[in-house]
């Protein structure tokens, strides 16, 4: 194996759950927390609902359980099926560095293998935390994003790092496992441009499917590439370019998982921090007075949500939700983003059209200086009677410099539950997951899961 792939399968196979600090196992059990809740408020959508019928389809041995329903399937469709119900809001984490993506899309397959393997909730924390590193490490790395390629890449391989901890893999079966997941799994960054379809809200869920397939592969001896990163036509040559990892968590290193940003509000990351602003704005102008919107925003948000026509008009809710003018018009005229804000009807709304055309978007070169390390925007509103009013913000709440609590995500979690399951179920399920280090297996997580149980 080379290099990076070694350093890699050498990691996962060391780390042991007593090298976890107590703050990275509470930050793992928040980021499971508010996953589920946003699989819960995910559960009924369309690619929820496709993602079922075929899953249906598909039996495993041993087998996966579906949230929300009890019935089962194989585990890589576990993982598939689970996962596009938490990403399909797009309330779940985000991780922004030199690369970025949502690495709790990965946490369906760590709970479809500790579910078909009957582990305990101590595993299950190790294995997502062990994602979470080789994410992260990855992300601090390598930007997908300006190369065409798209975040899945780190999905996949990080599925495939936890999975294998999981599941107790050697260091050759570890390596084999990230090797071919890697070489596998390189998806375009087509699927978050322009006019976005539902496969936006499924990519991810489809990396970590495959990675859980890899991984089981490499489990029953399958080898891989054995330069997948480093040799001719490999990772480095043809994706990302030469990079070097940097130390990875434990050894009074913290853990990736704790630098990761949760969301307040249903909608693109980027958009957390104009929504705030907006909402500031809303107290001190009639949106009926208002003559125009000038937004001035680093270039990664302004190129992922502020940049393409179609985010003037959106037809589909995948769009709706990257797009800063029509996310800013929802704050200047419902007081923010809500889990009701993107049916057809709404996306429709000629109000929030009128609202949108008013609004200009535009690259700051000095918050792009900042970037990452600050998400700077600046909001300017023009009245009819030429008044000018400013905001400016940097770090929306959930951003790892303005966290949000621990009573935040549980708020998260029973607004999301609010007329899907009793609240005494919605309480029992959310003490399990905060309590599931204590847990010998997951049964009592995915019986809770079941609405109505």
């Given at each position: 194996m080379d290099n990076t792939t070694r350093k890699l399968a050498e990691y996962i196979t060391r780390l042991d759950y007593s090298a976890l600090s107590a703050q990275a196992v509470h930050e793992t059990k928040k980021r499971l927390v508010d996953a589920i809740a946003c699989a819960i408020g995910g559960y009924a959508s369309e690619p929820a609902?496709?993602?079922?019928?075929?899953?249906?389809?598909?039996?495993?041995?041993?087998?996966?359980?579906?949230?929300?329903t009890g019935k089962t399937t194989s585990i890589d469709m576990a993982a598939f099926t689970n996962a596009t119900m938490v990403r399909y809001l797009d309330f779940n984490d985000t991780y922004i560095s030199i690369g970025s993506g949502h690495p709790s899309d990965m946490i369906p397959a760590m709970l479809a293998v500790a579910d078909a393997h009957h582990l305990g909730g101590k595993e299950l924390l190790l294995g997502i935390a062990t994602g979470y590193e080789v994410f992260t490490a990855m992300a601090d790395q390598i930007g997908l994003r300006d190369k065409g390629w798209d975040q899945g890449?780190?999905?996949?391989?990080?599925?495939?790092?936890?999975?294998?901890?999981?599941?107790?893999?050697?260091?050759?079966?570890?390596?084999?496992?990230?090797?071919?997941?890697?070489?596998?799994?390189?998806?375009?960054?087509?699927?978050?441009?322009?006019e976005l379809a539902m496969w936006k809200g499924v990519?991810?869920?489809?990396?970590?499917?495959?990675?859980?397939?890899?991984?089981?592969?490499?489990?029953?001896?399958?080898?891989?590439?054995?330069?997948?990163?480093?040799?001719?036509?490999?990772?480095?040559?043809?994706?990302?370019?030469?990079?070097?990892?940097?130390?990875?968590?434990?050894?009074?290193?913290?853990?990736?998982?704790?630098?990761?940003?949760?969301?307040?509000?249903?909608?693109?990351?980027?958009?957390?921090?104009?929504?705030?602003?907006?909402?500031?704005?809303?107290?001190?102008?009639?949106?009926?007075?208002?003559?125009a919107v000038n937004v001035e925003t680093y270039f990664t948000a302004w190129s992922e949500i502020g940049s393409e026509p179609e985010k003037w008009h959106p037809k589909t809710r995948e769009t709706a939700d990257h797009s800063l003018p029509y996310l800013l018009s929802l704050g200047f005229i419902d007081g923010g983003v809500k889990l009701n804000s993107f049916t057809p009807e709404r996306i429709a709304d000629p109000a929030l059209h009128a609202l949108m055309a008013r609004i200009k978007i535009s690259e700051n070169k000095a918050f792009t200086a900042a970037f990452p390390e600050a998400l700077t925007?600046?909001?300017?509103?023009?009245?009819?009677?030429?008044?000018?009013?400013?905001?400016?913000?940097?770090?929306?709440?959930?951003?790892r410099k303005n966290p949000m609590t621990d009573e935040d995500v549980n708020n998260k979690f029973a607004m999301v539950c609010e007329g899907v399951m009793p609240a005494a179920q919605r309480d029992s399920l959310r003490n399990a997951l905060w309590s599931v280090d204590q847990a010998p297996n997951l049964n009592r997580v995915f019986e809770l899961l079941v609405p109505g149980k």
């Open positions: 609902d496709i993602a079922r019928k075929v899953s249906a389809n598909v039996s495993g041995t041993p087998a996966a359980r579906i949230f929300n890449f780190f999905l996949g391989m990080s599925v495939a790092a936890g999975v294998a901890k999981m599941l107790k893999l050697n260091l050759e079966q570890t390596a084999n496992a990230i090797a071919i997941t890697v070489t596998a799994n390189v998806p375009t960054r087509q699927s978050r441009a322009g990519a991810t869920a489809a990396a970590a499917r495959s990675a859980v397939q890899a991984v089981l592969l490499a489990q029953a001896g399958m080898t891989g590439p054995t330069a997948a990163f480093e040799g001719k036509d490999g990772i480095w040559d043809k994706v990302t370019g030469k990079f070097t990892l940097n130390e990875l968590g434990g050894n009074g290193k913290p853990f990736g998982i704790e630098r990761t940003n949760l969301k307040f509000f249903p909608s693109e990351y980027h958009s957390q921090a104009p929504m705030w602003i907006a909402l500031e704005l809303r107290k001190k102008v009639a949106v009926t007075d208002i003559e925007t600046r909001i300017e509103v023009v009245t009819k009677g030429g008044q000018r009013m400013i905001e400016v913000a940097e770090y929306p709440k959930g951003h």
